[in-house]
């Protein structure tokens, strides 16, 4: 990984490169911080298990984006809720809640795109490191450590997980 903080200078995360760190029942892989994008951005890799949902959540200080580049998600942004399967890229305004569920049988693969960047850390601190390759052990949400993440990152846990539909 090339030095994020040379502004002058390509950053470059190679395959496999980034902070990996087990976040509710996913793996996200930290590609680039705020402080390495001059505060523009942070992305994040992000693998989610089939079924899996965050509480319905809103951020205040960014905007959220996904590129999905495996399986199927089914988003809830404010009043609307739609698909967002392989190839799609979706963003969500900031101050509007929001959340998802993995509806494919297989993981989603998918880019989380901050905006402007910072809130990436949100998900190291209400995380953990990842200690192997692969999905966290199953256990419960951590939901305390959720919370109190998302009063230091200026966002809220605003309702449940979202259900399925998938049969």
């Not at 989610?48 to 949902?53: H, L, N, Q, R, Y």
């Not at 404010?78 to 190839?87: E, V």
Request: aromatic residues 8%; contains cysteine; proline residues 10%.
């Amino acid at each position: 990984m090339s030095n994020p903080n040379d502004n002058k200078r390509a950053m470059v995360v190679e395959p496999g490169e980034g902070e990996a760190v087990w976040f509710l029942h996913g793996r996200m892989t930290i590609k680039a911080t705020a402080e390495g994008t001059n505060g523009a951005f942070g992305l994040t890799e992000v693998v989610i298990p089939p079924g899996f949902s965050p509480p319905m959540h809103v951020h205040h200080r960014e905007d959220e984006s996904f590129y999905v580049l495996e399986g199927e998600l089914k988003v809830r942004c404010g009043d609307d809720t739609f698909t967002a399967k392989a190839g799609t890229f979706v963003t969500m305004p900031r101050d509007v809640p929001h959340g998802f569920i993995v509806e494919s049988g297989t993981p989603v693969r998918m880019l989380n795109l901050m905006t402007p960047g910072g809130g990436e850390g949100f998900f190291v601190d209400a995380g953990r490191p990842a200690l192997a390759d692969g999905m966290p052990p199953a256990g419960p949400l951590e939901i305390d450590r959720l919370r109190q993440a998302s009063v230091k990152y200026g966002s809220e846990i605003v309702g449940p997980p979202l259900t399925s539909t998938a049969h």
